[in-house]
């Protein structure tokens, strides 16, 4: 909501001439608990734990989630079936799970729903770009068979269908439009379009949104998703534009998934609460982020955007001596926001002053009464001579040592 301080902020993401993005809120879809997984260096976390991240989904009104892929294997579907089982505990997040467009992905997807008692949204997907047909010798017409087939099948069983097309930021219009149509004509009332290699510019997200509702979607009731990838730096860029024209974007925690990753679900989030496209409760996402790197073994980088340990810790003086100044008028607000973009308190979190080479005095002056240690010349200087010799932070065990 805007406060006060918004008129200390002259915004050029707002003012000016430019063109402005034009985005949305949108629903949003949790992929951790499949692409997520797909990782290379991603571990498979115990159920509990997944449980509990379908709470935490929920709990950031997150509007569904990919439970996994139950045609992978026996143990794979009972994974499926326990998690759907779980999201009839939630307020608000629904289940889905990927699969290919082959029986036995079919029959996987309709045996978890029958044993959970739970209508699973049922996410087919198939390769759609000319280099993948060329390096999998597949025809269209054996494509298409194979969507007839498994879309019908789904839809027969009673399950909601979104149709993917893989790859779909590098495949040609005229193939997206009948595979598309084909999916919609049998029942399928969502289509996904994927950056499955993280091809796609901001540009090139909107071109494709645009084509797929002007010439594949046009007045039919039928629900529009954007998948993802960060191969180019560019996930959250890319889910950003989507939501001016997709009905739903997907995300995973951290950013994590097949090679360098997924959109992060944590930034979008984060960006779409700061461009005022939803105002909801951010301080699941510490919990959210340290449990996927806890369990799926993969460390937040300490200058990960908003979650990292530095995301809202200096040492700098000339930064630490205005968040200590706002902190003195003890205003929480200020502090956040003087030299951070994104507010700490957003998150559940607070702004640290640390000590180290890049330090002045007023670093020293805080950390001592934050402490409970009394300022002194003789102090301030034994510190402040320690930390410009260091070539790092002074750790608290060194900072009270020379404080004693």
């Known amino acids: 909501m805007p406060s006060e301080l918004d ?23 949790d992929e951790t608990l499949r692409d997520g997984l797909q990782g290379p260096s991603v571990r498979n976390p115990p159920l509990e734990v997944k449980k509990r991240l379908l709470h935490l989904m929920d709990e950031l009104a997150i509007d569904s989630a990919d439970i996994g892929l139950p045609g992978a294997s026996a ?73 007839e087939t498994s879309v019908a099948a789904l839809a027969r069983a009673g399950l909601p269908v979104m149709f ?32 499955t290699v993280g091809h796609a510019t901001p540009e090139g997200v909107r071109n494709l949104l645009t084509f797929v509702r002007d ?66 409760d951010l ?14 073994g993969i460390p937040i980088p300490p200058n990960y955007p908003a979650m990292g340990a530095d995301a809202f810790r200096t040492g700098t003086g000339v930064h630490a001596a205005a968040v200590i100044k706002a902190l003195r008028k003890n205003d ?6 003087v030299y951070s973009g994104v507010p700490a308190s957003v998150l559940g979190r607070e702004q640290r002053i640390e000590v180290g080479p890049m330090s002045g005095e007023s670093n020293v002056v805080f950390w001592l009464e934050q402490h409970g240690f009394a300022v002194t010349p003789g102090r301030v200087s034994r510190i402040l001579d320690a930390a410009k010799a260091s070539d790092r932070l002074l750790s608290e065990a060194e900072l009270r040592t020379l404080a004693s």
């Open 7 to 29: 008129s200390l902020i002259y915004d050029w993401n707002r003012d000016g001439r430019a063109a402005r993005a034009d985005y949305r809120a949108v629903e949003l879809d």
């Open 75 to 147: 143990q794979a579907r009972e994974s499926v079936v326990a998690l759907a089982k779980e999201t009839t505990r939630l307020r608000h997040l629904k289940p889905n799970c990927a699969i290919r467009t082959h029986p036995d992905d079919v029959r996987g997807a309709i045996e978890a729903a029958t044993e959970s008692g739970v209508a699973i949204e049922a996410c087919a997907f198939i390769g759609s770009s000319p280099i993948r047909r060329f390096a999998e010798d597949w025809t269209l017409d054996t494509m298409l068979k194979s969507v």
């Open 164 to 195: 993917v097309t893989e790859d779909t930021t590098r495949a040609d219009p005229e193939t997206l439009v009948r595979l598309y149509d084909t999916a919609i004509g049998l029942g399928a009332k969502r289509i996904c379009v994927s950056d």
């Open 215 to 280: 010439e594949i979607v046009r007045d039919r009731a039928v629900k529009v998703d954007y998948h993802g990838h960060n191969d180019r730096g560019l996930g959250t860029i890319n889910a950003l534009a989507a939501t001016a024209l997709a009905d739903r974007v997907h995300g995973c925690a951290l950013g994590i998934g097949e090679r360098v990753g997924n959109t992060s679900m944590d930034q979008l989030l984060i960006n779409m609460q700061l461009f005022g496209l939803v105002d909801r």
């Open 283 to 296: 301080t699941p996402l510490v919990e959210y982020t340290a449990l996927v790197a806890e369990h799926c």
């Open 332 to 337: 929480r607000a200020l502090a956040d926001r």
